[in-house]
Structures are given as structure tokens and as C-alpha cells.
């Protein structure tokens, strides 16, 4: 009788281990599928940040370019003001020389 009632615990034993293999073996699975998922997503994401490096990266030429052009069109401003003061010097000397020769 006591052999009967242990192969019944065996029996019992071997199915929750077959259970405990089995959820195992499920989990695996899982975390097989999760780590692919992963995978893909930190592939895409490093295209994406590999995308935004180079739209950075063109930004800062672009950034670069228009500060020499403001440094060329600064210089060139000044250039136009001196020319415009010496002219506006140049006549006004001359709207007072004819001031002073008509008087």
C-alpha cells in the first residue's frame, strides 16, 4: 500500500515538474521573441539617430555659411557708410563754398 501511495507522489512530483519545464521553457521562448523585438528597435533607432546626426551636421555648415555672410555683409555696410559719410562731407563743403562765393 505505502508503494501505491508513493508512486502517487511520484506521479504527482513529476507532473508539477513537467509544468515547471514547461513554463520555462515558455519563458525562453518569451524572452527569445523580446530580445529580437529589441534588436529591431535599437537598429531603428540608431538609423534615426544616425538620420538626425547628419541633418545636425548640415545644419552647422549651413550655420557656418550664413556667419560669414553676416561678417561679409557687416563689413560691406561699414564700407557703404564710410562712403555715404565722406560723400555727405564732400557735399556739403561744396553746398558751403557756393554759400560763401554767392555772399
Do not use: C, P, W
Request: glycine letters at 2%.
Amino acid at each position: 500500500m505505502k508503494s501505491d501511495e508513493f508512486k502517487i507522489i511520484l506521479e504527482d512530483i513529476n507532473e508539477k515538474l513537467d509544468l515547471v519545464v514547461e513554463g520555462h521553457k515558455l519563458l525562453n521562448e518569451k524572452l527569445d521573441r523580446q530580445s529580437e523585438e529589441n534588436k529591431e528597435e535599437h537598429k531603428e533607432i540608431r538609423d534615426e539617430i544616425l538620420y538626425v546626426k547628419k541633418d545636425v551636421y548640415t545644419l552647422k555648415k549651413d550655420v557656418d555659411t550664413l556667419k560669414k555672410d553676416v561678417v561679409d555683409i557687416k563689413k560691406d555696410v561699414s564700407e557703404i557708410r564710410k562712403d555715404l559719410d565722406e560723400h555727405r562731407e564732400n557735399t556739403e563743403l561744396h553746398g558751403l563754398k557756393k554759400k560763401k562765393r554767392a555772399s
